[in-house]
């Protein structure tokens, strides 16, 4: 891996990879470090291949330097090897929480279980803290397949299996965490669509990241909905299914044909994610 320029950054030691961190996110640094440390032997035993990692843990004033990005808080790779994540919460995350008065009861209820912190306001830290295994996986991706944000045969299914691998994760090696990492997304699925401008995986193709970020939260909201009903049917033995199936995949396959291979190849759950999703 060739090695960038971080001398603003100190660094973390102990690890199967590179983690450079801001000061004063040295708490969170430790906590991410160790769970992608996790997540890094789970994959590469899972998926059989082993990829390179390089972990940046920022805090705000570090973030646009090496993102690019003004919009402090978003979990990405910003290249084939690098991950980058928030070491301290960030507004957005509060943007993205629906408010109360949204909610069914039961759902207002859960959220507070889960995300209520100690002023009574909710943060779900908790949950963006777990999407660095989510960005993990587009690294084993990007890497198995030569292409940095791999899209092919669709970005909708390269989230699928990202979800997919952190749904699986969790499972198997903390599942202390699956209500912080299932309830956020639920809660969101459950209020349904119509508030929002964007629904169709079309739209999601064609915009991607460049939607509001609330709306972007519900696609991928629905999406782990739908890679916990994979995970569900099958356990672990789905993913390298899904894996497999992106790596065997190729430019201009039809809804058709990606929703007939993910039949054959993955599972019948696994079509209707497409054959299902509100039109």
Known sequence: MS???????????????????????EDRAQKIAKRCEGAYGFLRTTLAFEAQVCILVLAPEHWKEYTGSARYGVPQTTDARTLVVAGRDSELW???VPPPETLSPLAAQAMREVYAQSDGSLSVAPYMNLLAVHEIGHLYLDQATGKFDFKLPRRWLVELYCNLCLHAYVAALEPEQLPALETFPQTIVDLGFAHLPHHTLNKFEELYAGMPPQNFIWYLSKLHVAAKRLYDSRGVEILPRVWKMLLNSSEGESDAQVAER??????????????AWPA
């Open 3 to 25: 090695q960038k320029n971080y001398s603003s950054l100190s660094k973390l030691s102990g690890y199967s990879f590179p983690v450079y961190l801001s000061a004063g996110t």
């Open 94 to 96: 509060q943007m993205i």
């Open 262 to 275: 993910l039949r054959a190849e993955v599972h019948h759950e696994a079509k209707r994610v497409l054959t």
